[in-house]
């Protein structure tokens, strides 16, 4: 299985604040990576997939980069509702992995 | 507009055999390249994969956990049934069940997940 890295588990900034979300992959996953923004107690939601199409609906200030096996998922300006955990997952290989998620705290 | 709830036991014993329905509406999982995955999530834990079913019948199922899963769906109900024996505390999550993006394996839409408690 492909193991997904997530580093550090938590994060702590301030609204306004551009944040920077790092995931690792043990092998390539090429550009097959999507991101989930998870809130207590709420189902994950889709924020990016293909490593930097945002998905729809999704503000603007979000934004995915990356290739192979190092990936990005940058907030340009961190809003209130942007605290929360961001997970990471490849499916460019079966079984398909999730990393172990990145708290966004408040500072 | 997609919506998928999972419904079934909040608790279960060990040994027991869980059984778990997805039922979703604002698609045909007999439409090509439809899917619907269950992934679980241990209370403070990451999310794991667990199974899939695609529109035409073909599955897919964590190689981890393969000998206990058994994933079918119902087209004309618009449900997806999730059985998994043996249950062990281990096994205590929360159980989503999500709709497969047709052009590629990930997730666009997802059930609000129900927990799942193994406890004698």
């Known amino acids: 299985d492909i193991q997904m890295t997530q580093s550090p588990s938590t994060l702590s900034a301030s609204v306004g604040d551009r944040v920077t979300i790092p995931c690792r992959a043990s092998?390539?996953?090429?550009?097959?990576l999507a991101w989930y923004q998870q809130k207590p107690g709420k189902a994950p939601k889709l924020l990016i997939y293909?490593?930097?199409n945002l998905e729809s609906g999704v503000p603007s200030r979000f934004s995915g980069s990356g290739s192979g096996t190092e990936f990005t998922l940058t907030i340009s300006s961190l809003q209130p509702d942007d605290f929360a955990t961001y997970y990471c997952?490849?499916?460019?290989?079966?079984?398909?992995?999730f990393g172990q998620g990145t708290k966004v705290e408040v500072k | 507009q997609i919506t998928l709830k999972e419904s079934g036991p909040t608790l279960v014993k060990p040994t027991q055999t869980l059984t778990l329905t997805c039922t979703f509406s604002?698609?045909?999982?007999?439409?090509?390249?439809?899917?619907v995955a269950w992934i679980r999530q241990p209370p403070g834990k990451t999310l794991e994969w667990l199974t899939l079913?695609?529109?035409?019948?073909?599955?897919r199922y964590s190689p981890s956990l393969k000998s206990r899963l058994t994933i079918t769906k119902d087209t004309s109900k618009n449900q997806v049934v999730l059985t998994m024996t043996n249950m062990d505390p281990v096994d205590t999550a929360t159980y989503y069940c999500?709709?497969?993006?047709?052009?590629?394996?990930?997730?666009?839409?997802w059930g609000q997940g129900t927990l799942v408690t193994v406890s004698s």
């Open positions: 999500a709709h497969r993006h047709p052009r590629g394996y990930y997730f666009d839409f």
């Open positions: 604002g698609f045909s999982l007999s439409t090509y390249g439809a899917g």
């Open positions: 079913i695609f529109w035409d019948d073909d599955k």
């Open positions: 092998q390539s996953v090429s550009y097959y």
């Open positions: 293909k490593a930097s």
């Open positions: 997952q490849q499916y460019n290989s079966f079984p398909w992995t």
